[in-house]
Nanobody
Framework: VQLQASGGGLVQAGGSLRLSCAAS????????LGWYRQVIGKERELVAF???????SYVEDVKGRFTISRDNAKNTVYLQMNSLKPEDTAVYYC??????????????WGQGTQVTVSS
């Protein structure tokens, strides 16, 4: 199983970016999907996650600005980021809890995509 993230880049403060993460391989089911971010010297933090049924949760400082969504038919999770701030600058990683056989689960990470917000 592989998770491939894309969509990062350089944007001015107030701008928008949309991250995508597609899972591929031998996939039976995908439970939670999430986006994390990490700044050098700091721990990786959860930004948002979404369950199979579509229930979402966000870290406080992105509420109202970021929206996580998923397309179960495409095994893809998205993160729409609006009103970006310089403090959103980080490497963003997608994460998925995947079952290849229908009864055991493993956690997988994407390779990370850089988001840089200039002031």
């Amino acid at each position: 199983v592989q998770l491939q993230a894309s969509g990062g880049g350089l944007v001015q403060a107030g701008g928008s970016l949309r991250l995508s993460c597609a899972a591929s391989g031998s996939i039976r089911n995908i439970a939670n999907l999430g986006w994390y971010r990490q700044v050098i010297g700091k721990e990786r933090e959860l930004v948002a996650f979404i369950t199979w049924g579509g229930t979402t949760s966000y870290v406080e400082d992105v509420k109202g600005r970021f929206t996580i969504s998923r397309d179960n038919a495409k095994n893809t999770v998205y993160l729409q980021m609006n009103s970006l701030k310089p403090e959103d600058t980080a490497v963003y990683y997608c994460n998925g809890r995947v079952s290849e056989n229908g009864y055991s689960w493993n956690e997988y990470w994407g390779q990370g995509t850089q988001v840089t917000v200039s002031s």
